[in-house]
């Protein structure tokens, strides 16, 4: 038999997350207390500490399993073979996009404020992490000989990199984000 979830528990989970994202919307996730929080929230410093470390950490959390959705989708798009791979990495890069458009009011916080680094730090991290395991599954005739972990780095760095300007400039579209990642991808990238 499956375990439920208390109630209780599942509606503080949810009043802190939707509070740490109002929060971070509008302002530096550095400058938000736990005080803020819990007030936002309607819950108590204390039931917020049985449950998380800080703001930032609840913040990452939340960024992280929002984009591990798209990994989840990607594989599953992989694993069904019914598209090209130039069709793959545009839908992947699709929804990390999305995913960035979701929370843009936060990226724009944390981009702009160096006390913020941690927030784009995790976004580093997490393309990191994702490229390390795709090159380690990769089968291509074409993967580089190289280090495969400074590989990972040099292309996590780049895509952090190229969200960092798409959103410094309001001129620019999803789709150019996109069409500059797919640009840049190395071709045994698929």
């Keep these: 038999m499956a375990e439920r979830t208390d109630p ?20 530096p996730i550095s400058q938000i207390t736990v005080a803020d929080l819990a007030e936002r929230a309607k819950v108590t410093r204390a ?7 800080s703001p930032l950490d609840l913040l990452i959390q939340i960024l992280l399993t929002d984009l591990r ?18 069709e793959l990495q545009r839908i992947s890069l699709g929804e990390v ?16 404020d160096p006390a ?13 992490d994702y490229a390390t395991w ?18 990972a780095q040099f292309l996590a760095h780049g895509f952090a990199g190229a969200i960092k300007e798409w959103l410094s400039d309001n001129s620019l579209t999803k789709e ?11 071709p045994w990238w698929s």
């Design 8 to 27: 209780r528990i599942a509606r503080t989970t949810q009043a802190c997350e939707a509070a740490i994202v109002e929060l971070a919307s509008e302002l």
């Design 47 to 53: 039931t917020f500490y049985n449950h998380y470390a």
């Design 69 to 86: 959705r798209a990994d989840h989708n990607d594989e599953e798009r992989r694993s069904r073979g019914d598209l090209a791979a130039p």
């Design 97 to 112: 996009a999305d995913h960035i458009e979701r929370y843009k009011a936060i990226y724009r916080q944390a981009v702009d």
């Design 116 to 128: 913020d680094a941690a927030v784009y730090a995790a976004l580093v991290r997490y393309f990191a």
């Design 134 to 151: 795709f090159i380690a599954r990769c089968a291509h005739p074409d993967l580089p000989a190289a280090n495969h972990h400074i590989i």
């Design 176 to 186: 150019d984000l996109v069409d500059a990642a797919v640009a840049c991808t190395p």
